[in-house]
């Protein structure tokens, strides 16, 4: 039997663990292959792609963001070849699995939960031709009853359906194989990897798949070593931890951040969702004196809203979160993205306001709005009438409006949603943005981005936006409502379009003629071992480090800015940006400089 483990992904950077797991558990006994796609390809590539391969059996990965475009691909698939069979699996459709498989009839086998033991226990009841599969976590067609009991069934025009007893999570996760046995190079180059070292979470929001199983599941510490260590080895660019909670085991937390830094390489991101009321001193001096761009930590908010928080089910402790929030920002070594998610109960758009403010004041790297989304087996499900929940019927299944916010609250909220990424969560306007939030809208970060949005609705509607329109929109907007900080806002701006280090030559409204530099003065700036050594070309010569680099004046002290984030003091800045060296962890140039007295001097 030829068996194809695939699904889409939702971008092409990211790469499927689960599909992984399940390869690994098959390989031995099956002739067995894995492909990955995109939701983005074309959904006729994708199907002759595959039925050219002249596979027996097809497993697809279910999520929200692919399970339509899978189901066009498998009933495309099924009407090209009648024979072929096709299994599905993952969370969209594990759900209400007999009425799934009612509705499409191309289906042939569902594996509900966790597919790792399941799977090829399947395989090999498929290839020995049984008619009736009595193995738990599975539905199935049959055109009879099975002569075994503990299943439910439906029926449609002579086709029983049949739903074995559910499996229970596996309990020892040291029977699983694991996902990176085969893993190549090649397959993981410039992608995003995941990696589990658990499995289950120890809260219970009523909004999340994983509230509904209890308790949490540990892989062997030491194979969880050796697969991490293999993929640094493999130079994997970033692993992504999916542990529901990262730091949920005090202990085991800390012998894999001390093991992640050994086995550093100078460039390997881990990042991982933490839950950061719950840190304690040892993990904070374990991380702090870590490499710059070493981790990355997603810690969800969610709401500010005790009730909110409260009634979603959900422990969180704002106060001490905020504490070690601003523990790590001062080591400055771990970018932090925090989420908040619209839509939840008690949380109107007052109050979603103050929830944004709350955490946007503590300056994280990136700020990421999300909308509720009401899954398929999730509890709060079970209160759409008590809200009013109003959700689009297909996957992801977001909200529209609930009791407490409108549809064009929310739909505002998008536009929000959509200028946070652009001018913050994007890292273009790092400093300049910074800037203008300490120094007009302290504590209001949302009125910020609503001014934003109204200016950009204002002035450049149905416009499509290059990114150098976004520089110009941002030094506009401060403009007009700072007139008196027009060129101080100029040269932060133009600081961050050097740093994105795309061009050198900077727009006609960013240019400053006080600022030009002559190329002699630059060379013999650069001629000082201590810069030449700053910018990574120590025994360079000066003609040739010139090439590589772009040497700028600003009109004010920046590098004191960056380091005090305090007053932008009126001292001339020279400033050189590194265009061929190695870019920094956030992808932006590296750069080095001084007062422009001092070199005069
Ligand atoms: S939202 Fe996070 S913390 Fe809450 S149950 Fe889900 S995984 Fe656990």
Redesign the pocket.
């Known amino acids: 039997m030829k068996l194809l483990l695939t699904t889409l992904n939702s971008k092409y950077i990211h790469t499927c663990l689960s599909i992984r797991y399940l390869y690994s558990s098959v390989k031995d006994t099956c002739d067995s292959y894995i492909k990955e796609y995109t939701i983005n390809e074309s959904l006729d590539k994708i199907y002759a792609d595959i039925y050219e391969k002249n596979y027996d059996i097809v497993g697809f990965s279910c999520y929200i963001w692919n399970v339509e475009q899978t189901l066009k691909l498998c009933s495309t698939l099924k009407e090209a070849n009648p024979d072929l069979i096709i299994i599905l699996g993952g969370p969209e459709v594990s759900f209400d699995s007999l009425n799934f498989i009612n509705k499409h009839s191309y289906i042939d086998y569902i594996i509900k939960g966790e597919g790792e033991l399941v799977l090829p226990k399947l395989i090999d009841s498929i290839s020995k031709f049984k008619k009736h599969i009595e193995i738990d976590g599975v539905v199935y067609k049959s055109n009879e009853l099975p002569p075994y009991s503990n299943y439910r069934y439906n029926t449609h025009e002579d086709i029983y359906f049949i739903e074995n007893k559910d499996t229970p999570p596996i309990a020892d996760l040291s029977q699983i194989k694991s996902p990176y046995l085969y893993v190549t190079e090649e397959e993981i180059e410039n992608k995003i990897v995941y990696f589990e070292t658990s499995r289950g ?1 120890t ?3 009523s909004y ?1 798949l ?2 509904t199983l209890k308790g949490v599941r540990f892989f062997p510490l030491e194979s969880v070593k050796q697969d991490l260590k293999k993929l640094v080895v493999l130079n994997a660019k970033q692993i992504k931890f999916v542990d ?2 990262f730091n949920s085991h005090k202990e085991i937390t800390l012998a894999l951040i001390k093991f992640l830094k050994e086995i550093d390489n100078g460039k390997i991101n881990f990042h991982f969702e933490i ?1 950061a009321h719950m840190l304690d001193d040892e993990f904070m001096k374990e991380i702090k004196e870590a490499r710059y761009g070493l981790f990355q930590f997603e810690i ?1 908010v969610q709401s500010t809203n005790s009730k909110t928080i409260k009634t979603v089910n ?1 422990i969180d402790n704002f106060e001490k979160l905020s504490v070690r929030v601003n523990q790590i920002k001062k080591y400055g070594n771990i970018h932090q993205h925090l989420d908040l998610i619209a839509g939840l109960p008690y949380e109107n758009l007052e109050s979603f306001k103050k929830s944004f403010n709350d955490v946007f004041g503590l300056l994280p790297e990136a700020l990421q709005l999300g909308f509720l989304k009401m899954l398929k087996g999730s509890p709060i499900r079970s209160q759409v009438e008590l809200f009013d929940y109003r959700y689009r019927n297909y996957p992801p299944y977001e909200v529209i409006s609930n009791k407490f916010i409108s549809a064009s609250e929310i739909l505002f909220l998008k536009e929000i949603e959509e200028i946070v990424d652009l001018f913050y969560n994007s890292g273009m306007f790092m400093l300049s943005i910074e800037y203008i939030y300490i120094n007009n809208y302290n504590n209001n970060g949302f009125k910020l981005f609503s001014d934003l949005l109204a200016y950009k609705n204002d002035y450049y509607q149905n416009k499509t936006l290059s990114r150098d329109d976004l520089y110009k929109l941002l030094h506009e907007f401060y403009s007009r409502i700072c007139p008196d900080e027009t060129n101080k806002i100029k040269e932060l701006i133009r600081f961050d379009y050097l740093r994105m280090g795309r061009n050198r030559v900077i727009p006609l409204f960013l240019r400053n003629d006080l600022s030009s530099i002559t190329r002699e003065e630059a060379v013999a700036w650069i001629s000082n071992d201590y810069i030449k050594s700053e910018l990574g070309y120590p025994n360079s010569h000066p003609m040739e480090i010139i090439k590589k680099i772009h040497v700028e004046l600003f009109e004010f002290d920046i590098i004191d800015y960056i380091k005090t984030k305090g007053n932008l003091k009126n001292h001339k800045a020279i400033i050189a940006f590194n265009y061929s060296g190695e870019k920094d962890f956030m992808n932006k140039v590296t750069f080095t400089g001084g007062l422009y007295e001092q070199i005069k001097n």
């Open positions: 979470c809260f219970n929001c999340c994983s509230s529901r909670t839950t969800g959900r």
